[in-house]
């Protein structure tokens, strides 16, 4: 394969926190990919299709895929907006956005999930409405199912009450209005709260598939913390950042499609978020919490073994099961 000079190999990711101060006005669309190459070349188009009247670039950083991605890769060698760098491992997806700010050149970074469908001009809107508020760090919209449904975007930061409401108590009505939601829609719940996500508010965090940020709050913040390698590390990240006066805002005026919302009960991503709380309360909170959130955790897997063992039979059952023995 002959890749274009735009092109960037890398094996290790990023050395050093080598953030570009120098930048123009504009966007620079981070896709971090891994084995979704259908997924990543309908969102790649949709961006094309969809950005209109703001100068951007789109940083691919591909994660050592085998699905034929880079052979999709090496037919963007035309488009002078596309850069891509072609990692030699997984490095996952915290380290991959790194690699994708040390490149960006321009004012607002945004983070985009390579399972996302951009239907309108998105992009532009949001950059423009950001800048009408110079304190907003980061943004994101509602996403959206493929049916137009709508996902959980984002929540509050977790500390041990909320996350004893989110493992046992969050289904039972009204808990969600007496305690902060770590996440406030659960989709597998009759009281799923889905009308939390209806009016644009401030938020601790919002989902990594869609994140709009300026360039000055991500200087103050820095790099993505690569000991996460996937779930979790944009809580971190936006804790760090809320932490030099920067806000974090949801605003459904926009949305895009979100395909990974449909993904349902996984094992593997389940036991990846519960160990990212697990370091998020080991690097930020104290040590005598750490032993609580194991405890919370652990009662937490062993009710929704019942719960989906009944829902989702076997499976639900070993899903939980299996995250019990881990967390």
């Not at 209806?198 to 709050?217: I, P, Q, S």
């Not at 006066?245 to 990974?260: D, E, Q």
């Not at 919302?261 to 978020?273: A, D, R, Y």
Request: aromatic fraction near 14%; hydrophobic fraction near 40%.
């Amino acid at each position: 394969m002959n890749f274009p000079v735009n092109f960037f190999r890398n094996t290790m990711g990023i050395s050093n926190n080598n953030i570009k101060k120098k930048s123009r006005y504009g966007v620079s669309i981070i896709v971090t990919s891994y084995n979704t190459k259908v997924l990543l070349k309908n969102c790649i188009d949709s961006v094309i299709k969809n950005t209109r009247g703001i100068d951007y670039e789109i940083i691919i950083v591909d994660n050592d895929s085998t699905d034929g991605t880079r052979d999709y890769l090496s037919t963007l060698q035309k488009n002078k907006r596309v850069k891509v760098v072609l990692n030699k491992k997984n490095l996952g997806f915290g380290r991959g956005n790194n690699i994708g700010i040390e490149k960006s050149v321009y004012d607002y970074l945004l983070f985009l999930n390579s399972d996302t469908v951009l239907i309108t001009n998105v992009i532009a809107a949001m950059v423009e409405w950001m800048r009408t508020d110079k304190k907003i760090g980061c943004a994101s919209c509602s996403l959206k199912n493929a049916d137009g449904t709508t996902q959980g975007t984002g929540g509050y930061f977790p500390n041990l009450i909320r996350v004893f409401s989110w493992m046992v108590i969050q289904d039972f009505p009204l808990v969600d209005k007496l305690i902060k939601p770590f996440h406030p829609m659960k989709s597998g719940s009759p009281f799923k709260n889905d009308n939390f996500y209806a009016t644009k508010k401030e938020l601790d965090w919002v989902t990594g598939a869609f994140m709009l940020m300026r360039r000055g709050a991500v200087l103050d913040t820095g790099f993505f913390d690569s000991d996460y390698f996937m779930y979790t590390e944009e809580v971190d990240y936006l804790y760090r950042m809320k932490k030099y006066g920067w806000r974090v805002l949801y605003n459904p005026k926009w949305s895009i499609i979100h395909l990974g919302g449909k993904s349902g009960v996984s094992g593997s991503n389940i036991t990846l978020e519960f160990k990212g709380v697990e370091f998020f309360f080991k690097k930020h909170y104290p040590a005598w919490q750490y032993p609580l959130l194991r405890i919370i955790l652990k009662v937490g897997c062993l009710g929704r073994m019942i719960l989906f063992g009944i829902l989702k039979g076997r499976v639900g059952f070993i899903t939980y099961a299996k995250a019990y023995t881990i967390v």
